[in-house]
Antibody, heavy 121, light 110 residues
Framework: EVQLVESGGGLVQPGRSLRLSCVAS????????MHWVRQAPGKGLEWVSS????????GYGDSVKGRFTISRDNAKNSLYLQMNSLRAEDTALYYC??????????????WGQGTLVIVSS | QSVLTQPPSASGTPGQTVTISCSGS????????VNWYQQLPETAPKLLIY???QRPSGVPDRFSGSKSGTSASLAISGLQSEDEADYYC???????????FGGGTRLTVL
């Protein structure tokens, strides 16, 4: 069974940093592209960042570009999101997500339970 | 970043067929496949349709997807109370170089 377990969320002041982690199990982690997708309270889904299997292809949504950095450690079956210069509008539930069918397909078959990030003074 | 366009709400009675639309552009739906997600209250999204019209294992055949040009649709036949959820379309966007989601459609079963 595929499992994605996020951690690292919490309450943080504007301008500070936070690092999210996601530990994967139940599949060959190093075979799949991985993503972070967020959902602000009561709002829709927003793509944050993607990384392919060997970290050779990385992308960011416009709202986080230059502030967030995605990375992965295949030896540890782990995905990370370093979030710097946090803003109130970054407040959201952050999901770790696994690619289902092809890198540029936007098909995601496994989602974690999410980790909540609240940016507030 | 812009979003794919979905109606904010839809409704139907048990047994009916409901269709949810998703409109995009040539840089996403027009050139890429479409995916649909169902999000039940307080849960993570679930993949319903991928490659515009395929269902992952375990998804009932009451759910079907189609695509034409820069638009796509999700049809739910034999509507059931447990189908009450938020539905999102998504497609890769070549300009964004990443996935683009629709704004979501809240389906109410009357």
């Amino acid at each position: 069974e595929v499992q994605l377990v996020e951690s690292g969320g919490g309450l943080v002041q504007p301008g500070r940093s936070l690092r999210l982690s996601c530990v994967a199990s139940g599949f060959s982690f190093d075979d799949y592209g991985m993503h972070w997708v967020r959902q602000a309270p009561g709002k829709g889904l927003e793509w944050v960042s993607s990384i392919n299997w060997n970290s050779g292809n990385i992308g960011y949504g416009d709202s986080v570009k230059g502030r967030f950095t995605i990375s992965r450690d295949n030896a540890k079956n782990s995905l990370y999101l370093q979030m710097n210069s946090l803003r109130a509008e970054d407040t959201a539930l952050y999901y770790c997500v696994k690619t289902y069918s092809g890198w540029s397909s936007a098909s995601f078959d496994s989602w974690g339970q999410g980790t909540l990030v609240i940016v507030s003074s | 970043q812009s979003v794919l366009t979905q109606p904010p709400s839809a409704s139907g009675t048990p047994g009916q067929t409901v269709t949810i639309s998703c409109s995009g552009s040539s840089s996403n739906i027009g050139s890429k496949t479409v995916n649909w997600y169902q999000q039940l209250p307080e849960t993570a999204p679930k993949l319903l349709i991928y490659n515009s019209a395929q269902r992952p294992s375990g998804v009932p055949d009451r759910f079907s997807g189609s695509k034409s040009g820069t638009s796509a649709s999700l049809a739910i036949s034999g509507l059931q109370s447990e189908d009450e959820a938020d539905y999102y379309c998504a497609a890769w966007d070549d300009n964004l170089n990443g996935p683009l989601f629709g704004g979501g459609t809240r389906l109410t079963v009357l």
